[in-house]
């Protein structure tokens, strides 16, 4: 079966100092990999995706990166985090058009990401 | 062009009583459409998933809902809630003849239960 991980489940970090979160995805090759932020009382928004390694797409310009440097890593950066990057970041795959198709989203546990 | 729009943001219902989360669709194409749960500071959850075949669909927990075409909705029903419903829930539309990114989320619908 497949699992998604993602770590750290918490962190908090000063304002202007660097960020990586991690997710892995077991049981399941070539996925599509997405990136989204929760802000407290609101919806999903969708940050990156991407369908092989190298490949990232970025849906909102802001001063988070992406990077996909194995077929089940994904990880999302930040050089210096502001203020407003706090929330609840949550990853999830899923293998649309693909062999063995599913457009169902699977999410990760999420990481909270408080920034002083 | 894709859209979702879940028409509560907050639902209160007494437990035992039955619930009602509404959710309607803007889909250019055949949609897939989606509910999830999500519990505080967890991921979420799917309930159920809707994919072009019988048009009620059950989910876990007792969910169901039903794809209404001619109203463009996928309302979100239980029969009786329970504590244990209280969490946030999203419903999703995507397009399954287009690109990765054409998943879209509802804004959430947060639904409280009194003792």
């Known amino acids: 079966s497949q699992t998604i991980h993602q770590w750290p489940a918490t962190l908090v970090q000063p304002v202007g100092s660097p960020l990586s979160l991690e997710c892995t995805v077991e049981?399941?090759?070539?996925?599509?990999l997405y990136w989204y932020r929760q802000a407290a009382g609101r919806g999903l928004q969708l940050l990156f995706y991407s369908v092989g390694i190298g490949q990232i797409s970025s849906e909102v310009p802001q001063n988070l990166s992406a990077s996909r440097p194995q077929d089940r890593q994904f990880i999302l950066s930040s050089k210096k985090l502001l203020l407003s990057d706090s929330g609840f970041y949550l990853c999830?795959?899923?293998?649309?058009?693909?062999?063995?198709?599913?457009?169902?989203?699977?999410f990760g546990p999420g990481t909270r990401l408080t920034v002083l | 062009a894709q859209s979702v729009t879940q028409l509560d943001s907050h639902v209160s219902v007494s437990e035992g009583t039955p619930v009602l989360l509404r959710c309607n669709y803007s889909s250019s194409y055949s949609p897939s459409l989606f509910w999830y749960v999500q519990h505080p500071n967890k991921g979420l959850q799917l309930l159920l998933k809707?994919?072009?075949?019988?048009?009620l669909v059950k989910g876990i927990n007792g969910f169901e809902a039903e794809f209404k075409k001619s109203e463009t909705s996928f309302h979100l029903t239980k029969p009786s809630a329970h504590m244990s419903d209280a969490a946030e829930y999203f419903c999703?539309?995507?397009?399954?003849?287009?690109?990765?990114?054409?998943?879209?989320f509802g804004s959430g619908t947060r639904l409280s239960i009194r003792p």
């Open positions: 999703v539309v995507s397009d399954r003849n287009s690109s990765a990114s054409k998943i879209i």
């Open positions: 049981g399941t090759s070539n996925p599509n």
């Open positions: 999830a795959w899923n293998r649309w058009g693909r062999r063995q198709y599913t457009d169902t989203q699977y």
């Open positions: 809707y994919t072009s075949a019988a048009t």
